[in-house]
């Protein structure tokens, strides 16, 4: 925990008409007039602020009528609050205002964006502030709660009152003011003393600024600095310099990366100001270097830039086998081929040095790339220089002479190893590094239900299994598969509904071999189709089929479909007295039902039989199963009449002319004549 130092280089002023001074190193007076731009930042990099706990301290000297000023403010961009607002930027801050009415306020703030520019806040109406009054302010946030504790003591046991707000949004912030107007054109202010800010943050005690020097122009530059990066974080810069959002205590080692804009890099320099130490630079020719910072005060750096001259970038491939070989180091010539002296690149010559011996010579014509060929003898260790010829004068030719230390040894390749197919090999799927020269066995070995086809690499087949296979040079980032095929498969058999069919599960089948599957139908279906994996393969019944691998895993299924019954026609008829069930009449049948007749005698009436296609039926009723056969034939229900029993008759016979028979049935209660 620490109090900002508003002396150091990392606080940054925009102040036009001089209304903000520091006072020590931590105080600051501010004139915050409604009619300008002023405030004072420090950049703390991008998504520093989260949650957070902060003191300052504030006393409100005066305030004009109308006069505003914010004296804390976290934002992502940088501009007076109202600029701010008017860009739809979001920020939180603590602020004073006077209403016009006599009233002081002490106010949190959130401005947000959305879909309108909105601001929540709240304000303490006044009764406990008063102009002249020190307040102790501590401010925290905790996800979407922000909230500022008014203290009265400088041990913050008294507490005024708290201010509290729910945020819209919970995000990040870069930058923090510790004072900043609402530039709204009004010539008003008010006068604030602010001090003892505490970001609560450890260690904050050293910086190191970095700034970028023209050496086209002998100046300080501003604006063009690119990015760079401390512990591994990205910073952007403000006016060409680097400014840190947290400084460290005693020695540090930092990464820095030089990425100017329009310029090309020369070299580092440790800053040479009175009283910065200069930090350790492990290699000043180089766009990324490391640094060791001194403890006990700040540290400065200084990175040298020109104006687009010519510049070398190499590089060098070590992959030598076994031991020796000719080594391909690449100087690549970029930039403009005139700077701004008028120094041309065209016709100058590149020397490569190996140990401080020049071993190749390459005339330079245009941007490029100038290969130089180095003959390495035995294995250990060299360096490889570049330089521009006769161009001592020239800083950064100098500049950027890059040196190599490389040992050399066996050339390596990357060789993928893969499978196709159900099967392993002996060093997993994936990048495998070998030395060019060796011969490395490969051993496939197939997995269940398979067998071992080929290797393929790179379109070249190999049979013989293990592989014994010599490492080459060619052989780099090619991929070596294993294949297997199946040799047997799992088939699943299945009968849709009114049917089944056999065999029938799950079967296993010999790749190549033919196989039969019979369907039966149920009662009225017949087969409508065969399906494997869902597609239609035909009707045919029994249903062969020829194993192959692609079948693996899938079902083969038989569907089937209901047949219409045939129908005849039959006549039903009667001799005597009496009803049928069906009625008398033509009637049709469905082939295959099972149909019942019943004949039905009237009064003085009986059933006899049944007469069908020559055949005679006692049954009453008649069930009968019908058949193709009984198509257009005729039932016929028989019944004979009933003589009463008990009854005298007479009988008159009259034989004259001809011969009479009357016979007369003669009631109980009438006598014969």
Not at 300 to 321: D, R, W
């Amino acid at each position: 925990m620490a109090v900002e130092d508003f002396s150091q280089e990392y606080w940054v002023e925009t102040d036009l008409n001089n209304h903000i001074r520091i006072v020590g190193t931590n105080h600051v007076d501010f004139l915050s007039f409604r009619s300008e731009d002023a405030y004072f930042r420090r950049d703390m990099g991008v998504g520093h602020f989260t949650d957070f706990t902060h003191k300052i301290d504030v006393k409100l000297n005066s305030a004009a009528y109308w006069s505003q000023g914010q004296f804390w403010m976290l934002s992502n961009d940088v501009d007076d609050a109202l600029g701010l607002y008017h860009a739809n930027k979001s920020f939180i801050d603590l602020n004073f205002y006077n209403d016009g009415h006599g009233t002081i306020w002490m106010g949190l703030e959130e401005f947000y964006w959305d879909d309108f520019y909105k601001t929540e806040r709240q304000y303490y109406n006044g009764y406990g502030i008063s102009v002249g009054t020190p307040y102790y302010c501590t401010i925290s946030k905790s996800g979407l709660a922000f909230t500022c504790k008014v203290y009265g003591d400088q041990a913050r046991t008294n507490l005024l009152f708290t201010l509290n707000l729910t945020l819209h949004e919970d995000t990040s912030k870069r930058y923090i003011f510790v004072c900043n107007t609402w530039n709204s054109g009004h010539d008003i202010y008010g006068d604030l003393s602010i001090e003892n800010l505490d970001m609560q943050e450890e260690g904050v005690t050293e910086a190191i600024a970095v700034y970028a020097f023209d050496r086209s122009t002998n100046q300080y530059m501003s604006g063009v600095w690119g990015t760079a990066s401390l512990d591994g974080v990205p910073k952007d810069a403000i006016g060409g310099r680097v400014l840190w959002p947290s400084v460290m205590v005693g020695a540090h080692t930092l990464s820095l990366v030089a990425i100017p804009a329009g310029y090309s890099f020369a070299h580092w320099k440790a800053y040479p100001a009175e009283n910065w130490k200069p930090p350790t630079i492990d290699n000043p020719y180089s766009t990324n270097i490391n640094i060791t910072t001194q403890s006990g005060g700040p540290n400065g750096l200084v990175v040298y830039l020109t104006l687009e001259p010519p510049k070398i970038a190499t590089s060098i491939s070590i992959n030598v086998s076994p031991t020796s070989g000719i080594v391909p180091f690449v100087a690549t010539v970029t930039g403009n081929l005139v700077d701004s002296s008028g120094f041309g690149l065209q016709g100058k010559s590149i020397n490569l040095y190996v140990n401080a011996t020049l071993v190749d010579t390459q005339i330079t014509g245009s941007e490029g790339n100038y290969v130089f060929d180095v003959n390495i003898t035995a294995a250990g260790t060299f360096q490889c220089q570049t330089e521009f010829a006769g161009d001592d004068t020239f800083e950064w030719a100098r500049s950027q002479l890059i040196t190599v230390i490389a040992t050399i040894s066996p050339l390596q390749i990357t060789l993928n190893i893969g499978t196709s197919g159900n099967g392993t090999v002996n060093l997993p799927n994936g990048p495998h590094t070998f030395n060019v020269g060796d011969t490395v066995q490969f051993t496939a070995t197939e997995g269940a239900n398979s067998a071992f086809s080929q290797w393929t690499l790179n379109g070249t087949i190999y049979t013989t299994n293990p592989l014994n296979l010599q490492i080459m040079a060619s052989m780099d980032g090619l991929t070596l598969v294993a294949v297997f095929i199946l040799t047997t498969i799992n088939l699943t058999v299945t009968a849709g509904a009114n049917g089944s069919v056999d065999p029938s599960g799950t079967i296993m089948l010999s790749i190549g071999q033919d196989y039969q599957f019979t369907a039966t139908p149920d009662s009225n279906y017949q087969v409508d189709h065969w399906e494997l994996a869902g597609a239609n393969i035909g009707t045919t019944n029994p249903m062969s089929i020829t194993a192959v691998a692609s079948m693996d895993g899938l079902t083969l299924t038989v569907l089937f479909t209901n047949i219409s019954p045939a129908q005849i026609t039959i006549q039903i008829a009667v001799t005597g007295n009496g009803t049928t069930t069906p009625a008398v009449g033509t009637h049709i049948f469905n082939v295959g039902d099972s149909i019942q007749f019943s004949a039905t005698p009237n009064n003085n009436s009986s059933f006899t039989d049944w007469k069908f296609n020559g055949a005679s039926y006692t049954d009453n009723p008649l069930a009968l199963t019908i058949t193709q056969e009984m198509d257009g034939k005729t039932l016929t229900a028989e019944f004979t009449a009933i003589v009463t029993a008990g009854f005298p008759y007479w009988i008159l016979l009259i034989i004259g002319g001809g011969v009479a028979v009357s016979v007369y049935a003669l009631s109980k209660k009438k006598k014969r004549p």
